[in-house]
């Protein structure tokens, strides 16, 4: 990886870009020893920005998953004196149908909703414990 100065002249900054589309090597820009930006690739920038991309939806829709936890949590003493046993079902925030049986509540909800993200759960006192086994590796 090649790093220049942000000093230098224009020049060698068009020299710099050349070498970059026939290398495909990264550039660092530096002011006084200190990285402030870099010349990537173009092809690999628009892979960086689809990444980015998808992971700030993935925050927004991991913080929706947390919000409907928080409701059902909110909500769960009142929902276990009413409906122990059952399914319940929250999407932005809000309880949005219970029922017996968990296939029944999913249709109905995607049917009335259309399909997307739910919060899914059954009533229950305690909260379920999965142990998911792994293999150790030893060298």
């Not at 942000?6 to 200190?34: D, S």
């Not at 892979?47 to 991309?53: E, M, P």
């Not at 925050?59 to 409906?83: F, G, I, V, W």
Request: net charge neutral; hydrophobic share 40%; glycine share 6%.
């Amino acid at each position: 990886m090649r790093i220049i100065d942000l000093h230098e002249q224009r020049a060698a900054y068009a020299t710099v870009l050349e070498e970059l589309a026939q290398t495909k090597e990264p550039v660092v820009i530096e002011r006084e020893g200190r990285p402030l930006g870099a010349f990537v690739p173009y092809d690999l920038y628009r892979q960086l920005f689809k990444w980015w991309d998808y992971e700030k939806n993935r925050q927004l829709e991991l913080a929706k998953a947390e919000r409907d936890r928080a409701a059902y949590l909110a909500m769960k003493a009142e929902l276990l004196n009413t409906h122990r046993g059952e399914f319940v079902c929250f999407r932005d925030g809000e309880l949005i149908g219970i029922d017996k049986d968990e296939q029944t509540l999913v249709k109905r909800v995607y049917g009335q909703y259309g399909y997307g993200p739910i919060f899914l759960h059954k009533i229950e006192e305690s909260e379920p414990v999965y142990r998911i086994p792994f293999r150790r590796t030893v060298f």
